[in-house]
């Protein structure tokens, strides 16, 4: 397990709850699939698509990463508005985008703009 005092955070409960809210207001064709890099070990999960109960069980204080998958360019512009509006430090990745829970100390990341 990743010694938590390694990371520092880079969201909280209320950016997890606004992103899970805006995915639900999105249109199936629409919504992202996700994947969760976790603290607690170097597994990353299968890409899942169901916000409504998944998410939630996720358990927001050990999230390392979320990647979130918007290939197609409507998809993309659509989650990137929604990150940017919630202000998530992340960064934009050929699959879509990672957003971050936790850096290592030291590191840094951007806000998706």
Known sequence: MA???????A???TKWREL??????LDNAVRPK????????SQVDQWDG?????????????????ELS???ALRRDVVRA?????RFAGEETAEGFRI??????????DYLE
């Open 20 to 25: 899970r809210a805006a995915m639900l207001d």
């Open 70 to 72: 918007a290939k197609e």
């Open 50 to 66: 169901e916000w409504f109960y998944h998410w939630l069980e996720i358990g927001w204080d050990r999230i390392e990463w979320v």
């Open 82 to 86: 929604i990150l940017k509006r919630i």
């Open 100 to 109: 971050y829970g936790y850096l290592r100390n030291g590191e840094a990341a």
């Open 34 to 41: 996700f994947r969760c890099k976790s603290l607690e070990c």
């Open 3 to 9: 010694e938590q005092s390694n990371y520092y955070s």
């Open 11 to 13: 969201a909280n409960d």
